[in-house]
């Protein structure tokens, strides 16, 4: 028992160290946020449909409330990801990730809603430990301040995921992994075709290869084996475990492009750190 929780930790953390690389890719794809979320959602869907079909995966959706189901969940997986971009954009690759992970926070505090599990008066005193250090890192508190915008689309991104994860983890029993992600792309994909219209895609031919990485190695591997956690763990402790992507953001960002976090952002992140410790070690008991 205690051998497939540890394999089954390892994976939730590699996945999430595989998604964590969304921030410095997301900071420097040249591209508009909703311009990077279509390539791709394109590139994955791709990825995914090859894996699914090579691996003989079953595509078929096994009812119609099942499919409505996936296109909400795709709503908000394509809406916390634009937010989530735009997040980068205007601040840095660690205060977009961190403030991202407020995500737990509200997955705690709303699976309640989605399942018969009670609030669990643990996560509420992560919740906190997790707001105090977004508060941390929150800079001036001026509207006109970019990286406060950034925070504030860093947290409703939060809020989408949640949403995203909570419609997502009914699915997880009942679906392959690799398949519950490919249509989520597919909705994604479809959803933003507007973009095609009125957002910049002049520097696409030269960020194609990085686009290609966020697609596989985020996307395809990364999201897909953290959807997999979802059978061995509640949504609520692989959002808290989860955690620890901003701190590979960050570690990621510092050797990659030399991105230095502030004193305020070690604290921060700190605290947030803290509570991936703290429920990795609960959900094992």
């Given at each position: 028992?205690?051998?497939?929780?540890?394999?089954?930790?390892s994976?939730?953390l590699?996945?999430?160290?595989?998604?964590?690389?969304?921030?410095?890719?997301?900071?420097?794809?040249?591209l508009?946020?909703?311009?990077?979320?279509?390539?791709?959602?394109?590139?994955?869907?791709?990825?995914?449909?090859?894996?699914?079909?090579?691996?003989?995966?079953?595509?078929?959706?096994?009812?119609?409330?099942?499919?409505?189901?996936?296109?909400?969940?795709?709503?908000?997986?394509a809406?916390?990801?634009?937010t989530?971009?735009i997040?980068?954009?205007?601040?840095?690759?660690?205060?977009g990730?961190?403030?991202?992970?407020?995500?737990?926070?509200?997955?705690?505090?709303?699976?309640?809603?989605?399942?018969?599990?009670?609030?669990?008066?643990?996560?509420?005193?992560?919740?906190?430990?997790?707001?105090?250090?977004?508060y941390?890192?929150?800079?001036?508190?001026?509207?006109?301040?970019?990286?406060?915008?950034?925070?504030?689309?860093?947290?409703?991104?939060?809020?989408?995921?949640?949403?995203?994860?909570?419609?997502?983890?009914?699915?997880?029993?009942?679906?392959?992994?690799?398949?519950?992600?490919?249509?989520?792309?597919?909705?994604?994909?479809?959803?933003?075709?507007?973009?095609?219209?009125?957002?910049?895609?002049?520097?696409?031919?030269?960020?194609?290869?990085?686009?290609?990485?966020?697609?596989?190695?985020?996307t395809?591997?990364?999201?897909?084996?953290?959807?997999n956690?979802?059978?061995?763990?509640?949504?609520?402790?692989?959002?808290?475990?989860?955690?620890v992507q901003?701190?590979?953001?960050i570690?990621?960002?510092?050797i990659?492009?030399?991105?230095?976090?502030?004193f305020?952002?070690?604290?921060?992140?700190?605290?947030?750190?803290?509570?991936?410790?703290?429920?990795?070690?609960?959900?094992?008991?």
């Amino acid at each position: 028992m205690e051998n497939s929780h540890n394999k089954n930790l390892s994976i939730l953390l590699l996945g999430t160290l595989f998604v964590s690389t969304s921030g410095v890719l997301g900071k420097y794809i040249a591209l508009p946020a909703e311009a990077i979320i279509f390539s791709r959602a394109i590139l994955a869907s791709i990825f995914m449909y090859t894996f699914c079909r090579i691996k003989k995966v079953d595509l078929k959706i096994k009812s119609r409330k099942d499919f409505y189901s996936f296109v909400i969940s795709g709503f908000f997986m394509a809406a916390h990801w634009v937010t989530y971009f735009i997040a980068l954009k205007l601040s840095n690759v660690a205060l977009g990730m961190l403030t991202l992970f407020t995500f737990p926070v509200i997955t705690a505090l709303l699976e309640p809603f989605f399942t018969k599990q009670k609030l669990n008066p643990i996560h509420i005193f992560l919740a906190i430990l997790v707001l105090i250090g977004v508060y941390i890192l929150v800079p001036d508190l001026s509207i006109e301040n970019d990286q406060l915008k950034g925070v504030l689309f860093g947290i409703f991104s939060a809020f989408c995921y949640a949403l995203r994860n909570l419609t997502i983890k009914k699915h997880v029993k009942d679906y392959n992994g690799s398949m519950l992600m490919l249509h989520q792309m597919i909705v994604v994909a479809v959803l933003l075709i507007p973009v095609l219209f009125f957002s910049d895609f002049t520097n696409l031919q030269s960020q194609i290869p990085l686009l290609i990485l966020v697609a596989l190695l985020t996307t395809a591997i990364g999201h897909t084996m953290m959807v997999n956690s979802l059978k061995h763990f509640s949504v609520a402790t692989a959002s808290i475990i989860s955690s620890v992507q901003p701190i590979f953001g960050i570690i990621i960002a510092y050797i990659f492009v030399n991105e230095i976090p502030s004193f305020n952002t070690f604290i921060g992140g700190g605290l947030i750190l803290s509570t991936v410790i703290i429920e990795s070690i609960r959900s094992k008991k």
